[in-house]
């Protein structure tokens, strides 16, 4: 699973583990703050930081135009968007890139537990600016 053609492939890959054992115990079928709550826990097991529902600012331009919060911040580098649907559609992608642009952030996955199998996107900030 690990790439290392793509940045944080290690880092990644141990989220994406994390959320197969939840998927694995759990199943589909559940509400996402279930998936929430077990991700976070997998993920204290294994030694990954994180920050959870971390809110960030949004702006327009310069103003402040708001606030959104990500489902997981992790090692300040990559966002994790949880979802639980049968079937993701473009807005879940579109909402998920929106995150990694709105905090400059570079790397991000969206997880669906949603689905029988568990589902995975990993995505990448083409506006990142280091």
Do not use: W
């Not at 690990?2 to 989220?15: D, F, H, M, R, V």
Request: proline share 3%; with cysteine.
């Amino acid at each position: 699973m690990i790439k290392e053609e793509y940045k944080y492939s290690e880092l990644t890959a141990k989220i994406i583990g994390c959320a197969m054992e939840v998927h694995k115990a759990l199943g589909n079928g559940f509400q996402e703050v279930i998936y929430q709550r077990a991700l976070e826990y997998e993920m204290e097991l294994q030694g990954i930081s994180f920050s959870r529902e971390f809110e960030m600012p949004i702006f327009y331009k310069v103003k402040h135009v708001g606030t959104r919060r990500v489902d997981f911040l992790v090692e300040g580098i990559i966002s994790v968007k949880i979802k639980a649907v049968i079937l993701l559609d473009p807005a879940h992608l579109a909402q998920a890139i929106n995150y990694l642009e709105a905090y400059n952030l570079e790397i991000g996955l969206l997880i669906n537990f949603g689905d029988p199998k568990l589902k995975f996107h990993r995505l990448v900030n083409k506006k990142y600016k280091p």
